[in-house]
């Protein structure tokens, strides 16, 4: 990553230093201690002062884990369930029947691939009205069933392709937000990487939002906002900051509920333990939720919803 | 200036006018209006007497919330609420301009405190909830106070037993509040969710321009939904669709036509034919007395 370059560079010179030979010169010795120091303390600044729009680097990252790694290593069982039986197949998004330790559940995920072949296949994680249409027929099961919902957050957005708008891009998000807004099972949900605005507001809210620190929600991508604000997309970094779009803002704005944390550099460099965590959280939140009944539940979520906003009330 | 001296005032300048900039400057503010469509210049007088859609070509112009509700409504009939309701400024947002500047220079050029005016009035003798939102006032986008005044639409709605007739025109969740303003679509969907339950209509008319996180929640749940001719309806913009596909836009791409073929809206209708098309709709789906 961008912010990442000037580590790697000294990390590259330590390496080339190392490969020396100490005996021809032995002023190196104390040199690659030098550098090691400097190192050390460059790693400590570069992660210490990790601002928002490194956060949205982080999840992006190629090797994150994503939505297939939580399901793999978090459920046995798995059924995935294709298609919305209107148009197609959308492998952007995931459905699935899983067992998470003995407990039935749906699982929903966007789902970006790691080469690119995958990545073209799934659209790189931008879904199209079918995929939303599909994730709504796997709401419905779950609801006929009295199955919860685990649904995995990382989209840049909806795809706005042309015929995703000839086929109701709007009218597919909007129907899935109605359909979560009283789906009578529990909701739970985590943003794992990306939550690109409408695309992954269709499938990410419901009774929890677990964040991984790296994770970010926001109304708009920093760069479109940029582009808007500054007419420029190289500003991305300061948008970034204005959209308050962190797990931390999250939390300050009573969205989210809790944060897994990740490694310093981020997730990708020691996947197990955060998907392990996320795991943890997801059967707590399971828990907690499957001892309130259907009415209850939507009563809250719906309540929950309502508190959103922060406005003035004059007289009028 | 009456309309003769103007025409004298510009015969003494002994030039005529083409398309274009050229006749702006000598144009009183408020007087003529070039039309977006055919270029013609239309008298404003014309023009409101027309419902605001240009007698040449028929193009609708965009329409200030006030003469709309005045078009659709029952005359008299409206009973404004949450007009207190308005913006305040969550994430200090500061870019080029602040939040707080371009709200209040939005206020002061539309006379609005918010881009939706909404209140209990009748159509054809219904009693219904009216929301007409103003593009005029930052995009007509939607944070937190527009997404409060849009649900409590929908409750009050519930609890009086009413039909919602909303004019509709955004562009889109308003960006200056974050995350407040996209949760706001889960919000008003939840609200028409529970609207929807109490068998009572909801008719949605699609002005232009009307796109983003309101197409994608609360504005296209309705039981009935109507798009003015021409008007842009879509969830990415076009130029934004143009730049992620790299590909050439279809002819009327997202144009109220576009989405009648598409079979997206139940029909295009003229903004003419609206109050009487929304009250005839109404005698269907609502029972006289007002309960459903």
């Known amino acids: 990553m961008e912010f990442e370059r000037p580590l790697f560079e000294l990390e590259d010179k330590l390496d080339q230093l190392k490969r020396m030979d100490v005996a021809v010169n032995p002023e190196i010795a104390a040199e690659v201690e030098d550098l090691e120091q400097q190192l050390e303390q460059l ?54 029947l899983a067992t998470m330790l003995g407990r039935r559940v749906v699982v929903l995920g966007h789902r970006k691939g790691k080469t690119t072949k995958e990545n073209v296949a799934r659209n790189f994680g931008s879904p199209h009205p079918e995929g939303y249409r599909k994730a709504m027929r796997a709401m419905r099961l779950a609801e006929r069933f009295g199955l919860p919902v685990v649904a995995f957050l990382d989209t840049a957005g909806a795809y706005p392709g042309i015929e ?125 939720l499957g001892e309130v009944d259907p009415q209850t539940l939507t009563q809250k979520r719906y309540e929950r919803l309502r508190a959103i906003g922060v406005f003035e009330e004059g007289a009028g | 200036m009456s309309i003769t001296d ?31 469509s055919c270029k013609r210049i239309i008298y404003e007088g014309e023009l ?13 112009f965009p329409v200030p919330a006030h003469e709309r509700i005045a078009q659709l409504v029952d005359e008299g009939s409206l009973e404004e609420f949450g007009a207190g309701i308005t913006s305040s400024d969550p994430l200090e947002f500061v870019a080029a301009k602040s939040y707080v500047q371009s709200v209040s220079s939005a206020k002061e050029k539309s006379g609005l405190e918010e881009a939706v005016v909404t209140g209990r009035a009748t159509i054809g003798g219904h009693p219904v909830i009216v929301a007409v939102m103003d593009f005029s006032f930052v995009g007509a986008s939607m944070g937190s106070a527009v997404g409060e005044k849009i649900t409590r639409a929908f409750e009050i709605a519930v609890s009086e037993r009413r039909g919602i007739v909303f004019a509709i025109a955004s562009g889109g969740a308003r960006m200056q509040e974050g995350m407040l303003s996209l949760m706001q679509m889960a919000k008003t969907a939840a609200a028409a969710k529970r609207y929807r339950a109490e068998g009572l209509p909801y008719i949605a008319v699609l002005t232009n321009p009307t ?27 076009p130029r934004l669709v143009e730049q992620a596909t790299r590909q050439k836009l279809p002819k009327d791409f997202q144009s109220a036509e576009f989405l009648l073929d598409h079979g997206l809206v139940d029909d295009v209708v003229a903004r003419g034919g609206l109050r009487e098309r929304v009250s005839l709709v109404l005698d269907y789906l609502m029972r006289p007395g007002g309960a459903a």
């Open chain 1, 43 to 96: 790693r400590k600044e570069t992660y210490e002062q990790i601002g928002p729009w490194e956060r949205v680097q982080i999840s992006r990252h190629p090797e994150r884990p994503k939505t297939q790694d939580y399901v793999a290593t978090l459920f046995t069982d798995v059924v995935e369930l294709h298609g919305d039986r209107l148009f197609g197949d959308d492998e952007a998004i995931l459905a699935a």
């Open chain 1, 164 to 288: 995703a708008e000839q086929r109701g891009q709007a009218w597919a998000i909007a129907e899935s937000l109605s359909l979560l807004a009283d789906l009578p099972v529990p909701v739970v949900v985590v943003g794992i990487g990306e939550g690109g605005s409408g695309g992954a507001l269709a499938i990410g809210f419901g009774d929890r939002l677990i964040m991984l620190e790296n994770a970010y929600y926001s109304v708009i991508s920093p760069e479109m906002c940029a582009m808007i604000l500054h007419k420029e997309a190289s500003r991305a970094a300061e948008a970034a900051g204005c959209l308050r779009l962190t797990a931390a803002d999250l939390i300050d704005f009573g969205i989210a509920d809790e944060i897994v944390g990740e490694p310093l550099e981020g997730a990708h460099v020691d996947p197990e333990p955060v998907i392990a965590a996320v795991g943890e959280r997801i059967r707590a939140a399971l828990d907690a």
């Open chain 2, 6 to 36: 103007w025409f004298r005032a510009r015969e003494d300048k002994r030039y005529t006018p083409v398309n274009g900039a050229g006749p702006k400057a000598d144009v009183p503010e408020g007087v003529w209006t070039t039309c977006d």
């Open chain 2, 48 to 60: 409101a007497a027309s419902m605001r859609v240009c007698p040449y070509c028929g193009h609708h």
């Open chain 2, 211 to 237: 796109t983003g996180g309101v197409t994608a929640s609360f504005a296209t749940l309705a039981d009935i939904i109507f798009a003015e001719p021409g008007a842009l309806v879509g969830f990415a913009g």
